[in-house]
């Protein structure tokens, strides 16, 4: 089963950048969906950003214009450029892999935005 490991989280000010970024080792197959969930206590975990291995994407309406998906599939990495981050983007952001084999999270990162 494939690993994530995640980094890139912390804390910013309203209006600030950061990036997140996974690296997926072990069991990766070429064909597959990679994103980046978040999750609040209380709530249920979301899709923030999904990216296939063909390159297409899609953003949780919340995200749109902000965020921006990535991935380069040579090194089996996605990544989350967050661009004027809102307090209400602050969760813990787990990253997902999917393949027509195996799925993973990986371990979640903190992401907090201040006002």
């Known amino acids: 089963q494939p690993q994530l490991v995640e980094s890139g989280g912390g804390s910013v000010q309203a209006g600030g950048s950061l990036r997140l970024s996974c690296a997926a080792s072990?069991?990766?197959?070429?064909?597959?969906?990679m994103g980046w969930y978040r999750q609040v206590p209380g709530k249920q975990r979301e899709l923030v950003a999904g990216?296939?291995?063909?390159?297409?994407?899609n953003y949780a309406d919340s995200v749109k214009g902000r965020f921006t998906i990535s991935r380069d599939n040579a090194k089996n990495t996605v990544s989350l450029q967050m661009n004027s981050l809102k307090p209400e983007d602050t969760a813990v952001y787990y990253c997902?892999?999917?393949?027509?084999?195996?799925?993973?999270w990986g371990q979640g990162t903190q992401v907090t935005v201040s006002s």
């Open positions: 997902r892999y999917i393949s027509n084999y195996y799925s993973s």
């Open positions: 072990g069991s990766i197959f070429s064909i597959s969906f």
């Open positions: 990216i296939n291995s063909g390159g297409s994407t």
